[in-house]
């Protein structure tokens, strides 16, 4: 844990561009929205497959490595003020088969996508069978983000808890649904959730589009 990175970096909040609408959407009218896309998934799932290796960690790399590129993804409260972070580390479910139950799991960001890969398989391989709350023994450092997948829903929309009971919690919320086929292609169904306080739509719509733009060019950022 003492090398992970926390780095934090405070915000200068009255010249900060977002000072009006922080407060409007924390104070006057807490909101958080959620948009659902299809993404077609077909060029990284091959490219990790014929790699022999899985399809989740890929696409909990991806998605951190550009939360990685959009400052707004990364603020946060801390001990009363204000910043961001330089990464999340992404935070998700495991699955345990013999009692249909879930523990939490985190597993630390690296840039390099193989170094993350190999970060996944261990924690896997040393704590995915343990049952409880944590699957992990180690604490997730405060700069971790909710990113999941619902293998069994294909689903249109999805919408976790509202930010209005959380409201010092401003990292988006990922969630991916059940692969599909059509047109000989696979898609999968993904959710961000967004606090309005530090990202508007356009924001979201920019990390959707480079979403997909990564899984469809997965050769520049698999190497």
């Given at each position: 844990?003492?090398?992970?990175?926390?780095?934090?970096?405070?915000?200068?909040?009255?010249?900060?561009?977002?000072?009006?609408?922080?407060?409007?959407?924390?104070?006057?009218?807490?909101?958080?929205?959620s948009i659902s896309i299809e993404s077609d998934i077909?060029?990284?799932?091959?490219?990790?497959?014929?790699q022999n290796r899985k399809f989740f960690p890929a696409f909990l790399y991806l998605v951190s490595k550009l939360i990685a590129e959009q400052n707004e993804f990364r603020i946060a409260d801390l001990d009363g003020k204000l910043g961001y972070y330089e990464v999340l580390h992404p935070a998700y479910a495991c699955f345990h088969q013999?009692?249909?139950?879930?523990?939490?799991?985190?597993?630390?960001?690296?840039?390099?996508?193989?170094?993350?890969?190999?970060n996944y398989m261990s924690d896997q391989n040393k704590y995915a069978d343990?049952?409880?709350?944590?699957?992990?023994?180690?604490?997730p450092p405060r700069n971790n983000f909710m990113i999941g997948m619902l293998p069994w829903i294909k689903f249109s929309s999805y919408t976790p808890v509202p930010y209005t009971s959380i409201s010092s919690y401003y990292f988006p919320v990922i969630e991916?649904?059940?692969f599909y086929d059509r047109d000989g292609r696979k898609w999968m169904p993904l959710s961000i959730t967004v606090?309005?306080?530090?990202?508007?739509?356009?924001?979201?719509g920019l990390f959707l589009e480079k979403f997909q733009s990564g899984m469809a060019a997965p050769e520049?950022?698999?190497?």
């Open positions: 844990m003492s090398d992970i990175n926390t780095a934090f970096h405070p915000i200068d909040f009255d010249n900060w561009n977002r000072k009006q609408y922080f407060h409007y959407f924390t104070k006057m009218m807490p909101t958080g929205y077909t060029n990284t799932f091959d490219m990790i497959k014929k013999d009692d249909k139950t879930i523990s939490s799991m985190w597993t630390e960001y690296d840039s390099d996508f193989y170094t993350f890969y190999d343990n049952h409880g709350i944590l699957a992990k023994p180690d604490m991916a649904g059940k606090h309005h306080a530090v990202a508007d739509g356009y924001h979201a520049k950022w698999i190497y």
